[in-house]
């Protein structure tokens, strides 16, 4: 059932009420709502930024390898695009709708905004489980999607770049269609693309590269060595993986993983040589011989220095905050706490940071990718690292110095500056552009 996210005045101009229900939408809807009336916006331009700029639904119709045909939904939604191009990833899942889409491409926004990237806010998503298909038809499914997106996209009009269930193929495959479509090639159409064709050094490995930074900066905050640390990450993925490593490197003990199944448990620390060897013979972490097994729901209420949720949204929410012993919950994923959570776990005094400064080392390397493929000239990966870790450090002392400032939630403060950054451009502008 789809459940009806615009409210309409008698005259049928859009209302702030919402009526998203408790799930992301609703999430990124209340939380604008903060910053909005921190920042006093007025009600216009509270209510355009609560709702996309653009959005596109298309069908996907499959021919199947078995001869059969399938048919699938995608979305692109473009949130904003006050301050540049769209920009935001593209998701294959299942569970995949287009208000997730929507929340999803309004945190693009704030997370651009926040680090001061020359662009909007948009996401692109298929309901799709690439696990049920096979490398031929996921090819098929993303070159139908491109194709349908093919005059909403592109270099200076929106970027995607990959996100669950998404990789450098799938991004490769994006690039080659949009650049049939053009007759020539159009590097900067994507990001996160395969080195060979004009992806960046550094990309692969950036949001889990941030994701650790901003980790270690909250351990210095609660007055903790890294090497005396422990961590639990759930989600086993692109970031989750990365950021376990990168914290292992740097002294820190992860104890417990998972991915959508299950997870792994050792409280000495993982050895996470021997369960990549693992994940990459069956596909999952479930069954890794070298520890014991732990639900995902077990896994939120560990007893470690970090928590980081770097899988979907809503995994922490009023049902299970009061259980969280983390000392900081760091949230590689986008949108995994609910406003509600938030609450409990700031009258708890857990340390929150917020997806759209612990996450964005992606687009920001994402950001790097496009500038050295529209000019064709590459960096060396300790160019895009050093670069990463200075926009990084920008924003970590920028959200803490607000949050000091204004005493309030890390998250609260990051919303405010980023909302605060759009708003400014589209006063700047001419209000509505
Ligand atoms: N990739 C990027 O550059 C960026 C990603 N993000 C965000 O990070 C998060 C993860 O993305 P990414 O690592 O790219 O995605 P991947 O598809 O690479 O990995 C996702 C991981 O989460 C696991 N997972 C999926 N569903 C659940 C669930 N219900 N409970 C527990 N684990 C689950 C998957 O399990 P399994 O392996 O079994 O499928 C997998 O281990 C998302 O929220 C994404 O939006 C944010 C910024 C940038
Ligand atoms: O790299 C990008 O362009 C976007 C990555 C993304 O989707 C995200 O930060 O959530």
């Known amino acids: 059932m789809t459940i009806p996210t615009e409210t309409r005045a008698p005259s049928g101009a859009l209302t702030l009420e919402s009526r998203a229900g408790d799930g992301p939408l609703a999430a990124a809807r209340e939380q604008l709502a903060g910053a909005a009336a921190f920042l006093g916006l007025d009600d216009g331009l509270h209510t355009m930024l609560a709702y996309p700029r653009r959005e596109l639904t298309v069908s996907i119709p499959l021919r199947r390898d078995d001869g059969s045909t399938a048919c699938y939904i995608g979305h692109r939604v473009q949130h904003n695009l006050s301050r540049g191009p769209g920009k935001g990833g593209v998701r294959f899942s299942p569970a995949v709708d287009l208000d997730e889409v929507r929340a999803l491409a309004m945190w693009m926004t704030w997370k651009c905004a926040l680090v001061d990237l020359p662009y909007g806010g948009a996401k692109g998503g298929v309901t799709i489980d690439p696990r049920q298909h096979s490398p031929m038809e996921m090819e098929r499914v993303t070159r139908r999607y491109t194709s349908e997106l093919a005059d909403f996209i592109g270099p200076e009009r929106d970027i995607p770049a990959p996100d669950i269930g998404t990789n450098e193929q799938t991004m490769a495959w994006m690039m080659d269609t949009v650049s049939v479509g053009r007759g020539y090639t159009v590097p900067g159409a994507v990001t996160g693309k395969p080195l060979l064709i004009g992806g960046s050094l550094g990309r692969s490995d950036a949001t889990s590269l941030g994701v650790a930074q901003v980790a270690i900066a909250a351990l210095t905050t609660l007055g903790r060595d890294g090497l005396a640390a422990s961590a639990a990450i759930q989600g086993y993925g692109k970031v989750g993986r990365g950021a376990a490593r990168f914290l292992r490197d740097a002294g820190v003990r992860v104890i417990a993983v998972s991915d959508q199944y299950a997870g792994v448990f050792d409280e000495t620390g993982l050895d996470l040589d021997a369960l990549d060897e693992h994940v990459t013979r069956t596909g999952t972490v479930v069954g890794f011989g070298g520890a014991g097994a732990i639900d995902n729901a077990d896994l939120l209420t560990l007893d470690v220095d970090l928590l980081l949720p770097c899988a979907v949204e809503s995994v922490i929410t009023h049902d299970n905050a009061h259980l969280v012993q983390a000392r900081a919950v760091v949230e590689g994923a986008n949108g995994p706490t609910t406003p509600v959570a ?60 607000e949050a000091s400032r204004t005493t309030r939630t890390l998250r609260d403060a990051a919303t405010t500056l980023a909302v605060r950054r759009v708003a400014e451009a589209h006063r700047v502008r001419g209000l509505y552009p």
């Open 342 to 401: 938030d609450k409990i776990l700031a009258e708890r005094g857990i340390l929150v940071v917020p997806d759209i400064l612990a996450n964005a080392g992606g687009v920001i390397v994402s950001y790097f990718e496009w500038v050295q493929a529209n000019q064709a000239y590459w960096w060396t990966e300790s160019d895009v690292h050093a670069r990463l870790r200075e926009r990084m450090t920008i924003a970590w002392d920028l959200v803490n110095d």
